[in-house]
């Protein structure tokens, strides 16, 4: 059930705050540490959720491992926003529908 | 800016309805009546197939929140919020946030720390009325 990975892995304000940031360059965990209050092996961690979730690609490069946020992983978040934004109206005309029948 | 998350997991949506507020908190809480235009009120029940709903919290008048359960997108939390508008009228807000399902995936030790993530924490929260660009500024 890759949507409730990718719910779970966004669930964490330190993993967003991660992912955020690799959004806007592609860094490996280092360069990460420098801008979170977080442990290295913590943020270890936190990419491998983000990775597993699909949201993250990685690039090996020598010693490092350079993480970058992929986009497409939100693509189910995506979805799920369209369909309750399409959900909700139409459930709302059934209310009040159902509000004019009631007797009040 | 910091406050500001590139990724909405909520959606927020507000409606006019030309009716008093205290007929529509009723059908807004009522079971019988709710069930007539969304869907069965069940309790801890996720065994039954389809949409329902389990109430969870309510202030009376003014604001109810159901776990809605999702045959295929899973639970999120819903808050339908009451309002008066001039004329006697009503405001229906109603607030969807998704809730990380239990950690069924994840190996162990990662397992127990994500297992706490908590319904949605309103500080980290973007209004997801303009979804697709709040969604993919990250991108």
Redesign the interface.
Known sequence: ?I???L??A????TR?AI??QL?KAEMNVSQLNHGLAVSQPAIS?HL??LR?AGLLTERRAGRFSYYR?E?SG?SP??D??????HF??E??E??????KE?E? | MSETPAVARELSLEFAIDEAPEKLWHALTEPRIVEQWLAPVVRNDPTTAGFSCELLATDPGRSVSYRWRDPDLGESIVTFGVSEREGGFSQLSVLQEIVPMPAVTMSGALGCSLAIAAPASRRVLTAANQARPALLRAA
């Open positions: 059930m949507e409730s990975q719910f779970r966004l669930a964490d304000p967003r992912y955020e959004s961690q491998a959720v597993e946020a986009p939100l978040l995506i799920w926003v369209e369909r309750y934004r909700w109206p459930r709302v059934k209310l009040k529908a159902v509000l009631m009040q």
